[in-house]
């Protein structure tokens, strides 16, 4: 953040600037004064001796009914405030070799026709400054200077606010007061057109509509005129960068967005990694500031087709410049919109153009109305670049003029640059306008004017002017009577301006917008395509841990059958081990009963008649079931039965 108190030294600086070369300027304009005031003063008693010596001529009667006045002796305008001296001083200061612009003539209680006040049209790529209030007359002095800078061949590029001066693409119509004032001031007046085209911030008016592309525009012009600090610049430059590299079209302030957004996404952080990457606090900086601008209707300006500024250079057939007309409509409620246009202009101008030094006229002059609205609210970082900007394109041969209604709308850098002043009436109706009025007073040359009154007192279409002179030294102060525009004073009727930008070969190149193929829409496939992948990603995910969800679930099955198979090989070898337990007892008990036949057979000879006689009646250890189970047949009914009851055998 800015100390206030170096801020404070900067400014004083500044101002410490301006009042030495104030002081430098006054300096010259004195000692070239009092050179002037003693040649005029040895003219004056050379002819004064000279008119002592001849006879005096008889005074011719004026014509019945001429009304023109003739040219005003300097001797006899003793009316105003400048002596025959100051006047001789100001016929001289204004006097010019090459070709100039007659701004008007010199007022001394009277207009005196034959002390016009011109500036040389070389010295107007010295830029310059035309100030008043509302009313006074400054978009008139600004047609003026625009139809003639066209008649020497000059292009012109004016931003036409209020639509006043559409009128100078038709010729003026002659009126007795209008044709009274021009004969007072020696103006030889005759309407006049001057060719023009009518532009409009893209879709924002009635002209052909200027746009220009965001990478057209440039990071650093962006960052100034969004307010960004130094690391946030070098972050949209790393933008720019990655967009130029990835073949990513930025058009508009949507494509830009994108990609800012894209950049800082899952998708994309990656991309940047190499490069440093980019912190999310600083990109949501830059897009707050984007959103914010768009809204001050800058969306209007960017994009396609991006006008080529070599079309403000051109010439009619007729070798006059063309006047290119900037219809901005409530530009009042879009401030940064005017800047940031004027800005590129001016710098892709500058870009663009050779260095061609000091040249006996412009290649084209800018002539920015209401010049406060650039300035107003602008950042240090701005107002550096236009001050850089107005000090460096001089040498490309483009002028620029700020029109505004005070010299303090427009900063004291750029003022100390403008070698040409036309200041029209000031009031000071308040404390603040008596301080302006003031500080405007100490900037001019030292003249024999009280400027704080006469500027308080001027009338509509007169001005105080003090301009470069041939020889790049300011030229006396000068009250002038300025002079009256050939067009029309009233604007173009907009049906006849329709039909005319209808009409225009620049129509059909840049009259219909083009919305092609650019960083939005490629970024949008791009997270369309990476948002299939990753269905298609998670679908196949899912299908893998269904397969491998399913192999637990047979795995799992696999190994219950497993333990199913075991318990029942257990069972079984649990039912083979009481099978053969049983078979065992069983082989034992018919071991048993073999045993005892045998010895019932050993004692049945010696008593056979008995034993049979009680063996029949059922007597005796075994019974008739013993003896069943002993026979064979009993053998093989035992054996069936285990075999039913345990289900298999022991083969043997």
């Known amino acids: 953040m800015t100390d206030p108190l170096d801020q404070a030294r900067a400014e004083a600086a500044a101002a410490v600037a301006v009042a030495e070369q104030a002081k430098r300027d006054a300096e010259a304009a004195l000692a070239r004064a009092e050179q002037l005031a003693a040649e005029a003063e040895a003219a004056a008693q050379e002819a004064a001796e000279a008119e002592a010596a001849a006879p005096a001529p008889e005074a011719a009667a004026p014509a019945p009914g001429d009304e023109a006045p003739g040219p005003v002796d300097a001797t006899t305008a003793s009316s105003g405030p400048l002596s025959p001296a100051a006047v001789d001083a100001v016929r001289a200061g204004y006097a010019t070799e090459g070709p100039a612009l007659e701004i008007g003539s010199l007022v ?85 057109a001057a060719p023009a085209e009518f532009y409009a911030l893209g879709d924002g008016g009635q002209g052909i509509p200027v746009r220009a592309t965001v990478s057209g525009f440039g990071p650093i012009l962006l960052s100034k005129v969004l307010g960004l600090n130094d690391t946030q610049e070098s972050s949209l430059g790393l933008v720019f960068h990655y967009a130029e590299q990835a073949g990513l079209p930025l058009l508009d302030l949507a494509d830009l967005r994108s990609v800012l957004t894209y950049l800082t996404s899952d998708d994309g952080k990656a991309e940047l990694v190499e490069l440093g990457g980019l912190s999310k606090a600083t990109v949501g900086v830059v897009l707050r500031e984007l959103i914010t601008f768009a809204d001050q209707g800058a969306d209007r300006f960017f994009g396609e087709p991006e006008i080529d500024t070599a079309v403000f250079l051109r010439k009619a057939a007729d070798g006059r410049g063309i006047v290119s007309l900037l219809e901005l409509p409530g530009v009042h409620d879009e401030p940064a919109l005017f800047s940031t246009f004027l800005m590129w202009l001016l710098a892709d101008l500058y870009n663009d153009l050779p260095e061609v030094g000091d040249l006996d006229r412009p290649k084209l002059v800018f002539f ?111 009250w002038t009577r300025v002079r009256a525009p050939q067009g029309s004073m009233s604007p173009l009727p907009p049906d006849e301006m329709t039909a005319r930008v209808a009409a225009s070969p620049l129509w059909p190149v840049y009259g219909t917008p083009v919305d092609r193929d650019s960083a939005r829409e490629m970024l949008a496939r791009k997270l369309e395509a990476a948002a299939l992948r990753r269905r298609e990603l998670d679908e196949a995910t899912a299908r893998d841990e269904a397969l491998v969800l399913e192999a637990k679930e047979a795995a799992a099955r696999e190994k219950s059958d497993a333990a199913a198979l075991k318990a029942a090989e257990k069972e079984r070898k649990a039912a083979q081990a009481e099978y053969e337990r049983q078979q065992r007892e069983f082989e034992k008990a018919e071991r048993a009963a073999a045993t005892t036949r045998a010895r019932r057979a050993g004692g049945s000879t010696r008593s056979s008649s008995s034993s049979s006689g009680r063996g029949r009646a059922g007597g005796g250890s075994g019974g008739v079931l013993g003896d069943v189970l002993g026979s064979s047949a009993g053998k093989t009914i035992v054996r069936e039965v285990v075999k039913g009851i345990f289900g298999t055998l022991r083969r043997r």
């Open 368 to 478: 920015f109305d209401e010049a406060h609205l650039l300035f107003a609210g602008a950042s240090d970082a701005f107002l550096e670049q236009v001050t850089r900007t107005v000090r460096l394109i001089r040498s490309k041969g483009v002028g620029i003029v700020f029109v505004t209604q005070t010299p303090k709308d427009v900063p004291g850098d750029v003022l100390a640059q403008l070698g040409s002043r036309i200041q029209h009436q000031l009031r000071a109706f308040t404390p603040d306008d008596a301080k302006a009025l003031r500080a405007t007073v100490s900037t001019y040359p030292t003249s024999d004017y009280d400027l704080g009154a006469v500027l308080t007192t001027l009338g509509t279409g007169e001005a105080v002017v003090t301009v470069m002179n041939e020889k790049g030294a300011p030229s006396p102060v000068a």
């Open 108 to 192: 001394n209680g009277d207009a005196l026709p034959d002390v016009p006040v011109r500036i040389p049209l070389g010295m107007l790529n010295r830029h310059g400054l035309i100030a008043g209030a509302t009313g006074t007359g400054k978009t008139k002095t600004l047609q003026v200077l625009a139809e003639q800078l066209s008649a020497a061949g000059v292009p012109v590029f004016a931003a036409d606010v209020k639509g006043d001066l559409s009128g100078l693409a038709a010729a003026g119509e002659p009126s007795e007061k209008l044709l009274a004032r021009t004969r007072g001031i020696g103006q030889d007046w005759t309407p006049l």
